[in-house]
């Protein structure tokens, strides 16, 4: 999906300014901090960035910011995602005129159908030193940035200027350098930055950081089911929304954790249908699950492609006939174009988008019932007790049910049950406390055994798959099988963890 994007960066930087407002902010001499051994001068630059954003700000509100700069040695488009404090994804693609599509779909989940606009001109002369280690390796970047900033078009014309100093690690570097380096710049006469971004400072600074909607003050902390609630629905639709870019852009463990995000939301609403009007959850709730069986198709070919490879690393070298690993590769290579390009297909379409708007406008204005304004201890435990005694149900005729076909089935429905009482459990935790925690905790260990059950049956499934495109090609199948009937053994090993599972997990509803 990113194949038109250049490199993506992982950025770990902190920005510091003049402790002494009236002092302008250096290079300080960093030659004398451990690890360092040598400091090399890199020279001076010019940047121009002109910064992109929705009338209303929606990337600045989310930590984002979209640049188009000129000058140094990365010119192009810069899209950066925020990971954690102090750490960034920067997205780079080509110089071009207009905002590279690629780059505009990752944000896509933002801006919806508004237009990105520009917002900001900031340019910068930037002194830059290299800091190496005794063998001559990069440790860090750090540069000296006199910044001027001016806001294309504004009716209120202002400018502001400042000068402030960056220490980025280099890639691969102990992230506790950092660490090391603050006394030194605090001796240089340095202090951390109180502006979260260049763009954050120029906002500020020309006085049009009023003209976007001001954040929203902290909630307080909810008092009756339907704050509760809501608490947990924002922080799902806030979920799904920002892992969107990394699912498009194949991530790490994106795809997996947004479709958990929908799958948390479908339960809730569910789960606590005397708090939310079904005429309009239930509806969302089918949205949902369709968006959840699409993220699915590439999650499910990423664990079933990992559980492979590890059963064939099991099996002694002599009992792995043929080309298994290569048929593998096939199979898995195929599926995760195909996979993909679906992906990117569903998150692009009218249909997805239209769904974000839903959420958000569900949130926004929630359809609550009566039972929302009752106490949580009431409402939201009941609630929970109600799924924990419907997954009770489902493993005694999973476990009643002779082995085969319909007990896989069974167990399958039990494993959703399992996680729907779990969700429901750690939603209410904040309101329930130590109780609703522990049955999440024991509804989590129910969940994984019946989980490894279901990607057993998911694996025998492509096993059968990838022998029958084996024999195809004339080549041998002995492997194969054997996997299978090492998977068979899996699966009823499964089975009798779930009673030991089970046993531990009775009665602990109860006590919510």
């Not at 959703?416 to 309101?431: F, H, L, M, T």
């Amino acid at each position: 999906m990113d194949r038109d994007l250049g490199v993506t960066v992982r950025e770990i930087e902190r920005k510091y300014e003049a402790a002494d407002p009236a002092r302008t902010a250096g290079l300080p001499d960093l030659s004398r901090a451990a690890p360092v051994a040598r400091v090399v001068d890199r020279g001076t630059a010019g940047l121009d960035a002109i910064y992109y954003d929705t009338a209303d700000r929606r990337l600045h509100a989310a930590g984002i910011t979209l640049r188009r700069r000129t000058g140094g040695h990365d010119a192009g488009w810069h899209l950066k995602l925020p990971v954690a404090p102090g750490v960034r994804d920067e997205v780079r693609a080509p110089l071009t005129v207009g905002i590279p599509r690629p780059i505009a779909a990752l944000v896509r989940s933002r801006t919806r159908g508004a237009r990105l606009v520009p917002l900001m001109r900031i340019t910068s002369q930037r002194e830059t030193r290299h800091l190496l280690d005794a063998d001559g390796t990069l440790l860090a970047e750090v540069s000296a940035d006199s910044v001027t900033a001016d806001r294309p078009g504004a009716a209120r014309a202002a400018t502001a200027a400042w000068t402030e100093v960056e220490v980025e690690l280099a890639d691969g570097a102990d992230p506790g350098l950092l660490d090391a380096l603050e006394p030194h710049l605090h001796e240089a006469g340095l202090r951390p930055s109180t502006a979260k971004s260049k763009l954050a400072r120029a906002l500020a600074e020309t006085g049009h950081d009023g003209d976007a909607p001001a954040a929203p003050e902290p909630a307080p902390a909810p008092a009756d089911s339907g704050g509760h609630v809501l608490a947990h629905l924002r922080e799902q639709v806030e979920a799904i929304v920002t892992l969107d870019p990394g699912a498009r852009r194949g991530t790490e463990d994106a795809v997996h954790r947004m479709r958990v995000a929908t799958r948390r939301l479908r339960s809730a609403f569910r789960t606590y249908r005397k708090v939310l009007d079904r005429r309009v959850t239930d509806p969302l709730g089918d949205e949902l699950k369709w968006l959840a069986a699409e993220l699915g198709v590439e999650r499910d070919r990423e664990v079933l492609t990992d559980r492979l490879r590890e059963r064939l690393d099991e099996l002694p070298r002599p009992l792995v006939r043929g080309p298994v690993r290569a048929r593998l590769r096939i199979w898995s290579n195929r599926n995760r174009v195909e996979a993909r390009r679906r992906l990117a297909t569903v998150l692009d379409s009218r249909r997805y988008l239209t769904l974000l708007d839903r959420l958000d406008a569900l949130v926004t204005d929630p359809p609550l019932r009566p039972a929302a304004a009752r106490p949580p201890d009431k409402v939201l435990a009941q609630a929970v007790r109600r799924d924990y005694e419907r997954l009770a149900a489902r493993v005694r005729h999973a476990l009643d049910t002779e082995p085969g076909a319909a007990r896989d089935t069974a167990l399958h429905d039990a494993r959703k049950a399992a996680k729907r009482a779990r969700y429901a459990a750690e939603a209410a935790e904040p309101a329930l406390g130590k109780a609703a925690k522990r049955l999440a905790k024991r509804m989590k260990a129910v969940q994984t055994v019946l989980g490894d059950h279901q990607d057993s049956v998911l694996l025998r499934d492509t096993l059968r798959t990838i022998t029958a495109q084996a024999e195809g090609a004339g080549e041998a199948t002995f492997t194969y099988g054997l996997l299978y009937g090492r998977e068979e053994a899996r699966a009823a090993e499964d089975e009798r963890a779930l009673e030991g599972a089970w046993e531990r997990a009775a009665g602990v509803g109860a006590g919510v």
